[in-house]
T-cell receptor, first 114, second 112 residues
């Protein structure tokens, strides 16, 4: 079974631009969660989508948004990029998103904001 | 959300057991303890999880104290490929939403 895939793997943007990252979950998984990882803050939860609905959201500004499509693929968007948005963005999928469901992570998208 | 604390780094000799501790003293009854590891900034890899009982799989064992305030991940025979950052994670559902809290991680260095 194919794992979680994320595109693109690497991205360079400048301040003020916006960016869209894509995540394809494991086939059959319906829950997709997004995380931001930086050296200073570690892994931080952004939001989770289940059946095209945002089910939970971490403590990030409104510039960070996401959506999920009917095939469970998910995108996250960051508008008006800031230097501090440079990070590894990870997505993880699970079957139903229950508390005993294991999340499987993708390889991440490394974003550099100049 | 329950927070977790882990030592920032540990060394382990190759072939020996690696015991990685995690403190989650504020864990609530419906929260599971998960362990992941991350190698060279790749995506975190799932290792094991548990609620109350000790668990074992092909990769590791998880020992959870009776009061559930701490746990230990055991890699029985560490290899060089086990060098990674290990994260202890507490996850729960509350009100239909998934709460996720990541620990600080322990950088495990397996020494030849």
């Amino acid at each position: 079974k194919a794992g979680v895939t994320q595109t693109p793997r690497y991205l360079i943007k400048t301040r003020g631009q916006q960016v869209t990252l894509s995540c394809s979950p494991i086939s059959g998984h319906r829950s997709v969660s997004w995380y931001q990882q930086t050296p200073g803050q570690g892994l931080q939860f952004l939001f989770e989508y289940f059946s095209e609905t945002q089910r939970n959201k971490g403590n990030f500004p409104g510039r960070f948004s996401g959506r999920q499509f009917s095939n469970s693929r998910s995108e996250m968007n960051v508008s008006t990029l800031e230097l501090g948005d440079s990070a590894l963005y990870l997505c993880a999928s699970s079957g139903r998103g229950g508390d005993e469901e294991t999340q499987y992570f993708g390889p991440g998208t490394r974003l550099l904001v100049l | 959300d329950a927070k977790t604390t882990q030592p920032p780094s540990m060394d382990c000799a190759e072939g020996r057991a690696a015991n990685l501790p995690c403190n989650h003293s504020t864990i609530s009854g419906n929260e599971y303890v998960y362990w992941y590891r991350q190698i060279h900034s790749q995506g975190p890899q799932y290792i094991i999880h548990g609620l109350k009982n000790n668990e074992t799989n092909e990769m590791a064992s998880l020992i959870i104290t009776e009061d559930r305030k701490s746990s230990t991940l055991i890699l029985p025979h560490a290899t060089l490929r086990d060098t990674a950052v290990y994260y202890c994670i507490v996850r729960a559902y509350s009100g239909g939403y998934q709460k996720v809290t990541f620990g600080t991680g322990t950088k495990l260095q397996v020494i030849p």
